[in-house]
């Protein structure tokens, strides 16, 4: 079984369009997976979202955005054909001041 967190901090840009500078986030990604055969990975994975500062502009919320998902996540790997794919599922909850929703990565890589 092994485990993994990343993190990172998001200076954001003005949006023009909508006259807001959005303020700062922190965001905290998660997994944990445990091997299942020779070539087979599972476990789950998230995130964690926090706006720190406030908006600005004309138009700008008082109100931070909040954002929280989590689901599964599996992988494979084929050694002889330097191959490795995972596909995940995110299903967010508990958002504040932002769009709610769910969101499914497949990721494929092959080596050359």
Excluded at 15 to 23: A, F, P
Excluded at 61 to 74: A, I, L, T
Excluded at 75 to 80: G, K, N, R, W
């Amino acid at each position: 079984m092994h485990s993994s967190v990343h993190s990172r901090y998001e200076d954001e840009l003005k949006r023009k369009e909508k006259h807001v500078l959005i303020g700062d986030g922190f965001q905290v990604e998660w997994g944990l997976r445990a091997k299942v055969g020779n070539y087979f990975e599972g476990g789950c994975s998230g995130y964690w979202h926090r706006q720190v500062t406030k908006d600005s502009g004309k138009n700008a919320s008082d109100v931070k955005q909040r954002v929280q998902g989590s689901g599964p996540e599996d992988s494979f790997s084929i050694p002889q054909w330097r191959l490795n794919g995972s596909i995940r599922s995110i299903w967010e909850f508990k958002n504040r001041n932002a769009n709610q929703g769910n969101m499914t990565v497949f990721t494929l890589t092959k080596a050359f």
